[in-house]
């Protein structure tokens, strides 16, 4: 089965790379640094990266979105960093994501951030779940860390996958 993605915060596309033998299908990044950009249009010349995020109301994908993947910017949520959360405007980005599910509604969700938004003062991860739920998705969520999937570091991750439906147990499955 061909599952149509697209991936927001893209970066150098890690899922892209994880996914290519499942035969599952990017159908458009989205990445605004320069050198991730120029490595998405290195390895994936026929994939359009749309840049900006913030602009996805424009995006022209030309098929239905059956995944939607990306890990907002962590540092606003990270206890290396000021901790600005959602009063950051990368941290806002993890509200934008929801916009970007409200417009395209893909069966599924996948998003990941570090695990201090776990402790966001600003109610981030709360405000994500509630509006994962507002849009009728049954979501699930756990802290997963690199080193035990074959990474040589510690790189713990809080990983969200959703399901369009609200039943949590297909996500969580």
Known sequence: MVVNYLSVCSGIEAAT??????????????????????VLSHHY??????????KYK???LGTNVDLLVGGTPCQSFSVAGLRKGLADPRGNLTLTYLAVIAQYRPRWVVWENVPGVLSDQTGAFGSFLGGLGQLGYGFAYRILDAQYFGVAQRRRRVFVVGHIGGLWQRAAA
């Open 45 to 54: 010349p026929d994939v359009t990266n749309f840049g900006d995020m913030t």
């Open 58 to 60: 424009e995006w022209n």
């Open 17 to 38: 790379v994880a996914w290519h033998d499942l035969g599952w299908q990017p159908i458009g990044f989205s990445e605004i640094e320069k050198f991730p950009s120029a």
